[in-house]
């Protein structure tokens, strides 16, 4: 799950992958965008763990084999990101409603995880931040 903010060309990555190859990996195609200047990668790398990968690979099929997600799943890059660290759950990323925030976060919790945070945005909110920063 990785986020990227732009100031003046500045780019800064933010988020977590699990290898370290992912990280510098993404930090080269940035740098190649025409007009930016600069990057500073501060993606972090999730621990090694078996636990937190199959965690990660159950959470994920439970939401994504859901029927309320299945267009979802069908996208090229599906919206909603299971990050584990260390058997604690963030869900991340973009759902249409409500509703598909509210179910993800009731899906991901059935698991065993020490906690499951719920940071899922809906696209109204996402449209609302992105209309605040522009008018600023």
Do not use: C
């Not at 986020?3 to 290898?19: C, E, I, N, P, Y």
Request: hydrophobic share 40%.
């Amino acid at each position: 799950s990785i986020s990227a903010s732009v100031d003046q060309g500045r780019v800064v990555l933010t988020g977590w992958v699990t290898m370290p190859y992912k990280r510098d990996d993404i930090d080269k195609r940035v740098k190649k965008v025409d007009g930016v200047a600069a990057v500073d990668n501060k993606i972090q790398v999730l621990p090694v763990s078996i636990f937190d990968d199959e965690l990660r690979y159950r959470i994920a099929r439970a939401i994504y084999g859901h029927s309320l997600f299945w267009n979802y799943a069908n996208m090229a890059n599906p919206p909603i990101h299971v990050v584990v660290n260390r058997g604690h759950v963030t869900l991340e990323g973009v759902v249409q409603s409500n509703v598909d925030r509210m179910v993800a976060r009731s899906l991901a919790s059935g698991f065993g995880a020490f906690d499951v945070k719920n940071a899922l945005k809906t696209d109204a909110e996402v449209r609302e931040a992105l209309e605040g920063k522009s008018s600023n």
